[in-house]
């Protein structure tokens, strides 16, 4: 058995050298990927990705500066996985302290969280949300180029596809006006990072629009931890379960949708966080620019989330019926076929394992990591 073993791996070692196209690969670091910049990995989707990073084998080095998160998903992502990495209480705007990070780190790739993300926020305070998100990006992107670091993934947003003009939305449905400063930044940063990869085809930009984001780990140790009143509808649900707020709002029941209420494609953060580590096979393989959605591809009502919530859960959830929320629209789901034939990746949980991890997270962790 052994020998047939060694025999095996002498040819695939031969099959590589003489391959052309192996070789070449090889040349450009495809074995080499090893080590992974997180930046925003502390927060709910990056601690999420680091777990999947750590579990598939990766190294990573963590920059955050706890802004919207605490060092506390950290300890847990260690408890998670039984393994350790470095961590940077850095903002990536400082570019002194960025560059320590890349001297101090042979880094492959950058997978890129670190940003602002509540909606209404950047309505009220514009300048802090193209400084931190545009300005942080460019800083990181320049640092990355002079240490010769040319990949990276960044988490864009469903919201660039603004009012989107078919749905299932496919990558090429044209982006819509944002209408939001928050929005404008994803946007704006995926035109900078598109423009950085055609001046130069060394790089390879992995570019992702997450649909809605919701569920934690199954263990219930690391999940999203929204400071204040969430904005977001399934942290509301959830702090309405556990009793920390009296009533969910249900934002408008006139949509022309199959119940009136918005319809979204929510998305299991674990299922996300694995569409990272399919991304960044991606990016071992040279792909240039990529766009991809990440959603599932189904859609779901307020409603449909409500009563899926109390059925799988067994919690109840009181809402009432609210004016519309300005700015939403009715339908927003995507067609997630693309990530499917190019990365492989396809959403595995559903709808019941969404609402079921989500719960968990909160009722064992009823004030967050606090
Ligand atoms: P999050 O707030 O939980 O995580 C973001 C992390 O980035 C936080 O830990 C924060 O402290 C850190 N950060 C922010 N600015 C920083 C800076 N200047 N320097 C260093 N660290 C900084 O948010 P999340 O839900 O995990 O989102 C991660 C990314 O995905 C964000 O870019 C967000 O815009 C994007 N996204 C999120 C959603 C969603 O619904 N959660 C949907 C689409 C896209
Ligand atoms: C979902 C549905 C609401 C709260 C936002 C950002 C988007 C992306 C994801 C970052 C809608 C309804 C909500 C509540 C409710 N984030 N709702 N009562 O608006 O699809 O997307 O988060 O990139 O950019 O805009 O998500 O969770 O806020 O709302 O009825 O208390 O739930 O009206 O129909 P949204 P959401």
């Not at 931190?132 to 990355?144: P, S």
Request: charged share 20%; net charge neutral; hydrophobic share 35%.
């Amino acid at each position: 058995m052994r020998i047939i073993k060694n025999q095996l791996f002498c040819l695939k070692s031969i099959i590589y050298i003489v391959n052309p196209k192996y070789f070449f690969k090889n040349l450009k670091g495809e074995k080499c990927m090893s080590k992974i910049l997180v930046t925003g990995g502390a927060g709910f989707i990056g601690s999420h990705t680091c777990v999947e990073l750590l579990n598939a084998g990766y190294d990573i080095v963590i920059v955050d500066n706890l802004y919207n998160s605490n060092e506390k998903s950290l300890d847990r992502v260690k408890e998670l996985t039984g393994k350790d990495f470095s961590f940077y209480q850095y903002d990536i705007r400082d570019k002194e302290n960025m560059r320590k990070v890349f001297e101090n780190h042979k880094i492959d790739a950058c997978i890129h969280f670190a940003g602002l993300k509540a909606v209404g926020e950047s309505v009220e305070k514009p300048l802090e949300y193209y400084d931190n998100n545009i300005a942080g990006t460019l800083v990181l992107v320049e640092v990355m180029r002079n240490h010769g670091c040319k990949n990276i993934i960044f988490s864009s947003s469903a919201t660039v596809y603004g009012d989107p003009v078919e749905i299932p939305i496919t990558e090429n449905c044209p982006k819509g006006g944002c209408t939001n400063p928050y929005g404008w930044t994803k946007s704006m940063l995926e035109q900078v990072l598109m423009d950085v990869q055609k001046s130069d085809n060394e790089w390879n930009v992995v570019i992702l629009r997450y649909f809605n984001p919701v569920g934690a780990h199954a263990s219930g140790r690391i999940g999203e931890n929204p400071n204040g009143i969430p904005n977001n509808l399934m942290p509301y649900i959830t702090q309405v379960a556990v009793g920390k707020r009296a009533e969910l709002g249900v934002f408008g029941n006139d949509y022309p949708t199959h119940d009136g209420t918005g319809v979204r494609d929510y998305i299991h953060v674990v299922d996300l966080a694995n569409g990272h580590v399919a991304a960044l096979k991606a990016i071992q393989s040279n792909c240039g620019t990529s766009i991809y959605n990440m959603g599932t591809g189904n859609g779901y009502s307020v409603l449909d989330m409500v009563n899926a919530f109390v059925k799988v859960n067994g919690v109840e959830v009181p809402y009432s019926i609210k004016p519309r929320r300005a700015g939403d629209i009715a339908t927003c789901y995507c067609n997630p076929a693309k990530a499917k034939a190019e990365l492989g990746w396809e959403a595995k949980f559903g709808i019941e394992e969404m609402v079921r991890d989500s719960w968990n997270w909160q009722r064992e962790n009823p004030e967050g990591y606090r």
